[in-house]
Antibody
Framework: QVQLQESGPGLVKPSETLSLTCTIS????????WSWIRQSPGKGLEWIGY???????NYNPSLKSRVTISVDTSKNQFSLKLTSVTAADTAVYYC??????WGQGTTVTVSS | DVVMTQSPLSLPVTLGQPASISCRSS???????????LNWFQQRPGQSPRRLIY???NRDSGVPDRFSGSGSGTDFTLKISRVEAEDVGVYYC?????????FGQGTKVEIK
């Protein structure tokens, strides 16, 4: 069965770029759509955006100016980049296949 | 954005007794294709969210039949017929009809 694993730095400095990767095992990225979601005590669960393997993308308007989601089919991975981070971006970040399969999440703290 | 409002926010329940969580949306969740993309998620302590119900009342694979969903339009309900110890956690409704998809604030289910 398909499993997802997030990876990336757990600590990012303010104004820098947060970069995370989601590695898919037990299934192919070349079907369905793939999402990033985050969870923070202050804002709860927030859907960041999703991407189809074909490249079609939808970003949350609240983050659209700072976020990029991309797919690497050769590595069966997809990625998240969030620029100009602040403390408000501190959260647990999840990757997901559609809405039904989620990774375990990775905690990202924004602090100097 | 569509606002999802859950009640109650805290729900102490006796083992073996039923539980019910309400979710209301700020606008109709009926999509142009006629489907209503209302989901319910369970988040056990220390775990990532797990989808239980999709399109109002359809259980995901492996979800016990003591969980059921109902509702229409803007009013939805998740019911647990007989609460078991493993049901402790936070439950979220989530709409997938209007972008950006949004979650309720969560209902914490605990054992009395």
């Amino acid at each position: 069965q398909v499993q997802l694993q997030e990876s990336g730095p757990g600590l990012v400095k303010p104004s820098e770029t947060l970069s995370l990767t989601c590695t898919i095992s037990g299934g192919s990225i070349s079907t369905y759509y793939w999402s990033w979601i985050r969870q923070s005590p202050g804002k709860g669960l927030e859907w960041i955006g999703y991407i189809y393997y074909s490249g079609s993308i939808n970003y949350n308007p609240s983050l659209k100016s700072r976020v990029t989601i991309s797919v690497d089919t050769s590595k069966n991975q997809f990625s998240l980049k969030l620029t100009s981070v602040t403390a408000a971006d501190t959260a647990v970040y999840y990757c997901a296949r559609r809405k039904d399969v989620w990774g375990q999440g990775t905690t990202v703290t924004v602090s100097s | 954005d569509v606002v999802m409002t859950q009640s109650p926010l805290s729900l102490p329940v006796t083992l073996g007794q039923p539980a019910s969580i309400s979710c209301r949306s700020s606008q109709s969740l009926v999509y142009s294709d006629g489907n209503t993309y209302l989901n319910w998620f369970q988040q056990r302590p220390g775990q990532s969210p797990r989808r239980l119900i999709y399109k109002i009342s359809n259980r995901d694979s492996g979800v016990p039949d003591r969980f059921s969903g109902s509702g229409s339009g803007t009013d939805f309900t998740l019911k647990i017929s007989r609460v078991e110890a493993e049901d402790v956690g936070v439950y979220y409704c989530m709409q997938g009809t209007h972008w950006p998809w949004t979650f309720g604030q969560g209902t914490k289910v605990e054992i009395k």
